[in-house]
């Protein structure tokens, strides 16, 4: 199952994550294709304290203010534009119970003549997650770098919900192995990828992040996610399971290029720092003005163009 938005594009989670900036962004005259959220979990998770954000590389540390907080929030829904839940979880069984919770929430709303605009969920394994053995409290493994693990995440959330899921995998995994076992669990879309691990200073001042490290986004991490979206589209080339590409892009550009690689969507994020909510709009506008004129001067459809590099 896809996703039938235009523009290929929505925002990627974390950044712009939030009911009153997409409002903002809309009252500009903004466009993405979809909303995306910030990560959503069952409970209420502080984060990290500062030093969290040097040099485009976070180290937030999944700040929440969990799922009851959200459901109220999104009972305020307004936007034309659809909405993507992203949601993180410790277990196999919290994805599903999430995707569980909002389901019932919008088929609430739905009774009451009140209607909710989500049409699918992406899941967060990879920011990282961590599953434990309930018997040996010790033995913990991330969720994202464990296939077997993912195929369980996958299958759990398919059960609970018709929408199209994205599965977002981590760069710092055996990110191919992971993606075939999603794919095999009927993930609609693979994310392309989360931020990659580094340990950035200051500089100038010195200035270590909370923790040592954190993750690295923005354009200089493009051309490595294109890497990945490329095998992955390779590895899953079966026309059932989309691509949807993060990473440093900033405009239009940077959607053909990943669409010729193989993605479908593209998210937008750390590229657009230093922008207020205007100027965000305003990318957003022309990036879809600009691919309008490119496929119309062309004379092809969007869907040509992906993975169009591998033909």
Not at 104 to 111: S, T, Y
């Given at each position: 199952m896809r996703f039938d938005i235009w523009p290929p594009t929505t925002n990627s989670s974390g950044t712009l994550s939030y009911l009153?900036?997409?409002?903002?962004?809309?009252?500009?005259?903004?466009v993405f294709g979809a909303n995306m959220t910030k990560s959503i979990e069952e409970g209420k998770r502080t984060g990290n304290h500062n030093p969290v954000y040097i040099d485009q590389t976070n180290c937030m540390g999944r700040p929440n203010k969990g799922k009851k907080w959200w459901a109220e929030e999104l009972t305020k829904y307004k936007s034309n534009t659809p909405l993507i839940?992203?949601?993180s979880g410790n277990s196999v069984e919290e994805f599903s119970r999430l995707v569980n919770y909002y389901e019932?929430?919008?088929?609430?709303?739905?009774?009451?003549g009140t209607e909710l605009n989500i049409i699918g969920y992406e899941l967060n394994i990879s920011c990282p997650n961590i599953s434990r053995d309930e018997e040996n409290a010790s033995a913990a493994e991330t969720i994202g770098s464990n296939p077997e693990l993912v195929r369980q995440v996958v299958s759990s959330v398919k059960a609970a919900t018709s929408k199209p899921i994205i599965t977002k995998i981590s760069p710092a995994s055996d990110y191919v192995a992971v993606a075939l076992a999603a794919e095999s669990a009927g993930s609609d879309y693979i994310g392309c990828s989360n931020t990659w691990p580094t340990k950035?200073?200051?500089?100038?001042?010195g200035v270590v992040l909370?923790?040592?490290?954190?993750?690295?986004?923005?354009p200089?991490?493009?051309?490595?996610?294109?890497k990945i979206v490329s095998e992955v589209y390779q590895a899953i080339n079966n026309k059932k399971t989309g691509i949807i590409a993060y990473g440093g892009a900033?405009?239009?550009?940077?959607?053909?290029?990943?669409a010729e690689q193989g993605a479908e969507i593209t998210g937008f994020g750390t590229g657009f720092e230093y922008l207020d909510d205007k100027e965000i709009a305003q990318r957003t506008i022309s990036d879809k003005e600009n691919l309008e004129a490119f496929l119309d001067h062309y004379q092809i459809k969007f869907n040509d163009l992906v993975g169009a590099a591998h033909a």
């Open positions: 009153p900036v997409f409002y903002s962004i809309e009252q500009e005259g903004g839940l992203n949601i019932g929430i919008q088929k609430e709303l739905a009774e009451q950035p200073t200051h500089p100038e001042a909370t923790g040592g490290g954190g993750g690295k986004s923005g200089s991490i493009k051309k490595d996610n294109m900033v405009n239009f550009w940077d959607i053909i290029d990943y």
